[in-house]
C-alpha cells in the first residue's frame, strides 16, 4: 500500500486480504522512532480508516523486534508539544492517539524489545499478543524524563495504578509471561509459533461481524474512558442509539442469524467507514 520514509526508518502500510500490517522499520536500530515515524502513524491510519476493504489491522515491528521506542537522539523534537511549548507527547501522542482512534480493530503483536515509547504504540492498539521471547520495559525513569501523561493515562486504565508505578519507576524489563501477568497483554505464543497465531487471530477478526466489532469497540472506549457517573451513562445511551440504528440497516445481523439457523459460515458485508462513526476518534467529539 504506501510507506512513509522518515531518516532512517520508515511506517509501511502493506495489505494480505482483509488484514493490513503496519510495520514500524528502522534497520539496524531495533526500529527505534524517529519523529518522522511517529508523525506518519497519522496518515498511515487515515489511509486503513479509509480502505473498505480492510478489516483487521496488525501492528508489528520490521524483523525479530517490535520497537526500542523513541529515538533518544531526537527525543527533545520527538515530545515536545509546539502549543503549550512543553516536552509532554508531542509526536509521541499524535501517533498514539491516530492508533487509538482507528475504528477497525488492532492487534499489537510483539516479538523481541517493547521498550519506552514502543509500549505507547502497543498500548493504543485494541489486543496484544506477545511471542514467547518479547520484552516490555517503561524507562524514562533511566534517562531522568516524564513520560508522556497520555501514556501513563493509558498504562493505568490497562494495567492498573500498582502496576503502572512498579514498571514507571524502576524501569525494570519484564519478559512476556510476566507481561501477561501484568496484564499489558492478553496472550502469549511460543516464538516459533508466533507469526501463524497472529495471523490465525486476525483472520478470525476480519471474519467477524465489523458492525458489531466496531460498535463494541466505541462501547467499551466509551465505559473506559467516562469512568462511571452521569456522564458515562449519557455517552452509554448516545452509543446504544448509534449502533442500533445502524445494526437495523447493515445486513450484518441477518446475515448472521440466517447464516446460524442454516448451519453455515456467515458472509458479513458491512465495513463502515469514519462517517459510520459516533467519534472522530479516540477522546474526540460525539458525532
Known sequence: MSTTTATGGSVEVSQSGAIATLTLSNPGR??????AMWLALEPACTELADDGSVRAVVVRGAGTDFSAGADISDLRAILRDEESGRHDGGAVAAGEAALAGLHKPTIAAVEG???GG????AAACDIRLASSDATFGITP???GIVYPTAGIERLVRIAGPATAKYLLFSGDFVDAEQARVLGLVQAVHPAEDFWDEVDAFAQRLAA???LSIQAMKDIVDTIDSAGGGADCGVELAQANEHWQQLMATSGDAEAGVGAFLAKRAPEFSWNGGRDTQRRAGAGGPIT
Not at 531495533?30 to 519523529?35: A, C, G, H, V
Not at 514502543?118 to 504504540?121: E, G, H, L, R, S
Open 113 to 115: 524489545y517493547c521498550l
Open 141 to 143: 525513569a533511566k534517562i
Open 30 to 35: 531495533r526500529n527505534t522512532m524517529t519523529e
Open 118 to 121: 514502543a509500549w505507547q504504540i
Open 208 to 210: 467477524r461481524s465489523q
